[in-house]
């Protein structure tokens, strides 16, 4: 890092010279009007009030730290090397750290730009920027300690950072003429490079290495995230709290007989296959996948379906599981028999039935074709309001989740085999499937 200009150190040392507790409205004050101005004088893009007071309070700016903390903060230079640095900056990385709650003992794997381990105390202080969170929350610790015992998913993107930067502290400001209650289709409730990890997880069997598969197929919950920039003027969150995930009593003796009542990580355990099998599902399956989505056969929502059947709970679960299978192996002309080319054979077969015949083919499984259809009649009972519908069992729940994971999977391999139009492949899907359908 060059030498910062040393008007900017200057002023940046002046605001390191104010006194405790800091001014109530930091925007407003003289000596940080003076560094707003010389900022956009010197970097241009314009003011950014909000952006330098994100970078501030991330540099530990003396005066808003609590009395006997003044460790926290960084020399003038150092902050004021940063400052300029962050004006100049061209990308920034952004880290989405998911906790695996529940998770059994998996083996460490990574695959594109995630990677699935536990880590050290030590290591997750690096991971979430401790310095930083430290001086930007300084009565709030990171409990790193307690969320150590914990798998994490990490996954990393590196992302481009416009030339405003107010822009990357409050983007909001810079947006305010779109439609805020608009639907975005496609938007998924994580960020879309963590879906994409959780898809290629979600593909691997967890339903069967399940040893509760009464109580849930999951071998992990993935309850929030947490996400975290390496640009200084996007505002750090708030450390999060182990309390948010599922932890339970664990007594031990001490050396002396005493019991000690500590905590431990609530587990759902897996059979004894799931972690050598697990730890072969690395980069070469996620080469494999990222091939499969780029063709025709991932045009459609298959993503964004499987892996709401891992977030959601209840009915919603079961009506992504079943979309999923539609979204892979259905086509439109099933319901809409006016877009069917003159001639086009089956006529008669209805478009669930054609799914069906579709699954069982890419499969080569008749039984999956049955398997559908009973559960569809029980998606068309909840979606129709048939009157006395009882709870759905946790098997036919299993099923669902099953026959969407083994859809999915066989949607990748015959994505790897040719590149073939959708319609092509799914055509002849149906031709070989229609023989394998139960009678009607």
């Known amino acids: 890092m060059t030498a910062p200009d040393p008007v900017l150190v200057a002023a940046v040392a002046d605001l390191w010279r104010m006194p ?10 003289p000596r940080f009007i003076a560094l707003r101005d010389l900022c956009a004088e010197r970097f241009g893009g314009g003011k950014a009030p909000f952006a330098l ?26 902050a004021a090397a940063r400052i300029e640095a962050a004006f100049r900056q061209e990308t920034a990385v952004r880290r989405h750290l998911c906790p695996l709650d529940l998770a059994d003992d998996l083996p460490p794997i990574a695959f594109g730009p995630a990677r699935l381990a536990r880590f050290s105390a030590d290591e997750l202080e690096t991971l979430f920027n401790a310095p930083r969170l430290a001086r930007t929350y300084p009565k709030v610790p990171l409990e790193s300690d307690r969320l150590a015992q914990f798998h994490w998913l990490v996954v990393e993107e590196t992302l481009p950072v416009g030339p405003h930067a107010e ?18 289709p496609h938007l998924g409730h994580f960020p879309a490079v963590v879906e994409a990890a959780l898809f290629h997880l979600m593909l691997a069997p967890w339903e069967d290495w399940s040893t509760l598969i009464d109580l849930d197929w999951r071998g992990f919950r993935v309850p929030w995230i947490y996400t975290l920039d390496d640009d200084l003027f996007v505002q750090s969150k708030r450390p999060p709290s182990a309390d948010d995930l599922s932890l339970e009593p664990w007594i031990v003796q001490d050396s002396w007989g005493e019991e000690i009542e500590l905590e431990r990580p609530t587990t759902y355990p897996l059979d004894d296959d799931a972690a050598p099998a697990l730890a072969g599902y690395a980069a070469s399956a996620w080469d494999e ?36 299978i539609e979204a892979a192996l259905g086509l439109e002309l099933d319901h809409r028999r006016k877009l069917r080319p003159k001639g086009s054979p089956h006529p008669n077969v209805t478009p669930a039935r054609r799914v069906a015949a579709r699954i069982a083919a890419a499969l080569g499984d008749a039984s999956a074709a049955s398997d559908y259809l009973d559960l569809f009649e029980l998606r068309s009972a909840f979606v129709h309001g048939r009157g006395g519908m009882q709870a759905i069992p946790s098997a036919q729940r299993v099923a669902a989740r099953s026959l969407a994971r083994r859809a999915a999977r066989a949607m990748v391999a015959l994505a790897t085999q040719s590149a073939r139009p959708r319609t092509e492949v799914l055509a002849n899907l149906l031709d070989k499937g229609v023989p394998m359908l139960p009678p009607p």
């Open 20 to 29: 405790w507790p800091g001014p109530d409205n930091l925007l407003a004050a």
């Open 53 to 78: 007071s994100s970078a501030l309070h991330a540099l530990g700016m003396p005066c808003y730290l609590p009395k006997g903390r003044e460790d926290l903060t960084l020399d003038v230079a150092i």
């Open 167 to 184: 822009a990357r502290a409050a983007p909001w400001m810079f947006d305010i003429m779109r439609d805020f209650g608009a639907i975005e």
């Open 289 to 324: 996948l990222q091939a499969a989505r780029a063709t025709s056969l991932f045009e459609t929502p298959i993503v964004h379906f499987l892996v709401r059947g891992f977030l959601a709970e209840g009915i919603d679960e079961f009506m992504a599981h079943m979309t999923s």
